[in-house]
C-alpha cells in the first residue's frame, strides 16, 4: 500500500490539516507541503487527495491549489486538449 512509504507517517496528522480560511493556515500548509517535497509517493496521494475531495493539505498541494488543477483540467477536457 503507497500510504506505508508516505513522509508524513512520522508527522502530527494535524499538520495536513489547517484550520480556518485566515493567514494563520499558511505556515501550517507550507509545513504540510514541506513533508510532501520529500515524499516518494507524492503523486500517488496528490491523485488520492483529488479523487476523494480531501479538505485537507495532501499530495504537495493545499486545498485551493487541487480546486484550481481540477478546475484547469476539466477545462481542458472540454476544450478536446
Known sequence: DW?????????DPGT?????NTGAR???VAEAKAVCRECVVKGICLKWAIDNNQ???????????????????????????
Open 55 to 81: 479538505d485537507s493539505a495532501l499530495g504537495g498541494m493545499s486545498e485551493e491549489e487541487r480546486r484550481s488543477l481540477k478546475r484547469r483540467a476539466a477545462r481542458a477536457r472540454r476544450a478536446g486538449c
Open 3 to 11: 500510504r506505508s512509504k508516505a513522509a508524513c507517517l512520522t508527522v
Open 26 to 28: 499558511y505556515p501550517q
Open 16 to 20: 495536513f490539516f489547517p484550520i480556518g
